[in-house]
């Protein structure tokens, strides 16, 4: 009896999901799989496969069938004499079945397939180029997470500090050593802090919000618990030159590999717009049944030569094939315009990381100082030769010294991951 009890109270319990936790390759799996955008590059890409094997088969022998039955209201005598001879029934059935192979034409399919083949091979760089995206965005995304957190513990340190030296305060304000204005000042300096830590708490939720979209969860789902990303953090980058970034951008980057495949399949357009100013030549061959003519044979057979051209058409593919060509043109010089996009990204990030990895070391040496600065202060007050105003200063620049480390930090390892983006992974390289 105490067991069914026990069992219909835990079928009556709701039903607590067990706290998930993310690491930021995680994260950028999860992204990846649940991003709309990533899958509608897909489907484009697989979408441009298929033209080029609709092309593919117009370039192989095709077969025709055909079946026309005819009721005719009478049908069709002919009088030889005193004789009637029926040439044609009531009921007329002709049937076809053809196959033609393209001959003159297999020049422009030829270039049209090929055009797509290369189109085809653009847009899976376009699926390269929104990966890309997707895991700077996660990574970045990450760090920013765990950069409002940081900040959080700076304030929270910073409030807890100050309270303790409004409690001292309070102290000497009874025993008249200090006036209420210092006790003021005090707390308009706790205020300031909690306004900071408001600040960063309220940025750790933007980011942890974006983040669970981002990777496909709902906003009902806060048991979702983020791993700090230690290894873009602590991740050492290698020494590069400024050109060096910049020729890696121009040989890793997709949005390169993507400009150059779209200029191919331009020029491939061009060249199939010039085959199709040359005449029309197919191969014919077929079997037609007759059912209801006299004066035709029920089966024959038959193969030929066909050949068609547009003597005049008032310029309508000439246009077309100028068209072409200067689309190919265009499609060159935006590719030789996405080589400089690439290069001038590579240098401006690769500016960042430097600058940024400089400020670490600068904030670094700051907050020693900071530490100490506040340190002697609070002695320098204890003993009455400094005043609540030098506190307040030295508090403030040790907790300004703490948050610049943070900011520092962080961005140094966002600078890491925009460097990475920029410069590229070696062309056929698993994400």
């Given at each position: ?374 340190r002697v202060t609070q002695a320098l007050v204890k003993a009455g030769t ?42 056929g390289a698993a994400q």
């Open positions: 009896m105490n067991l069914l009890l026990t069992l219909a109270v835990l079928a009556q319990a709701p039903v607590t999901k067990a706290p998930r936790t993310i690491s930021v390759e995680d994260g950028v799996h999860l992204a990846l799989v649940h991003s709309p955008g990533l899958h509608a590059v897909q489907l484009r890409a697989d979408s441009v496969e298929d033209q080029s094997r609709s092309v593919r088969g117009r370039m192989l022998p095709g077969l025709y069938v055909s079946d026309e039955h005819q009721h005719y209201s009478e049908g069709f005598n002919i009088a030889f004499g005193p004789l009637m001879f029926t040439a044609r029934g009531q009921n007329v059935n002709t049937f076809v079945a053809a196959a033609n192979q393209p001959v003159l034409g297999l020049l422009h399919l030829f270039q049209d397939k090929a055009g797509l083949d290369d189109l085809a091979l653009a847009a899976h760089e376009g699926e390269h180029i929104t990966e890309d995206a997707i895991t700077e965005t996660v990574q970045t995304g990450f760090l920013r997470y765990f950069e409002a957190r940081a900040s959080e513990e700076v304030a929270t340190a910073s409030i807890g500090q100050l309270d303790e030296q409004r409690q001292v305060m309070e102290a000497r304000v009874k025993a008249g050593a200090a006036t209420t204005a210092d006790l003021l000042r005090l707390e308009v300096a706790t205020a300031n802090a909690r306004q900071q830590l408001i600040v960063s708490k309220t940025q750790e939720q933007i980011t942890y919000s974006a983040l669970l979209i981002a990777m496909g969860f709902s906003a009902e789902d806060g048991d979702v618990t983020l791993l700090e990303p230690t290894a873009l953090e602590d991740k050492v980058m290698p020494t590069v030159t400024e050109t060096e970034a910049q020729q890696r951008a121009a040989a890793n980057r997709p949005e390169v590999f993507k400009a150059r495949y779209e200029q191919t399949a331009a020029e491939h357009q061009s060249t199939s717009k010039l085959f199709l100013l040359l005449p029309e030549a197919n191969l014919e061959a077929g079997y037609v049944h007759l059912f209801g003519q006299a004066f035709a044979p029920p089966d024959s057979y038959y193969v030929g030569f066909k050949a068609s051209w547009n003597i005049w058409e008032w310029g309508a593919s000439w246009y077309q094939r100028q068209a072409a060509q200067r689309s190919a043109e265009a499609a060159a010089d935006l590719r030789e315009e996405q080589e400089r996009q690439v290069k001038t990204e590579a240098s401006g990030k690769l500016a960042t990381f430097r600058s940024s990895h400089s400020a670490v070391e600068v904030a670094q040496t700051a907050i020693a100082s900071a530490e100490e600065a506040w400094a005043t609540t105003t030098d506190l307040l200063d030295s508090q403030a620049a040790l907790t300004q010294a703490k948050l610049n480390l943070v900011r520092a930090r962080y961005q140094e390892a966002v600078a890491k991951v925009g460097v990475e983006r920029a410069m590229g992974r070696p062309h």
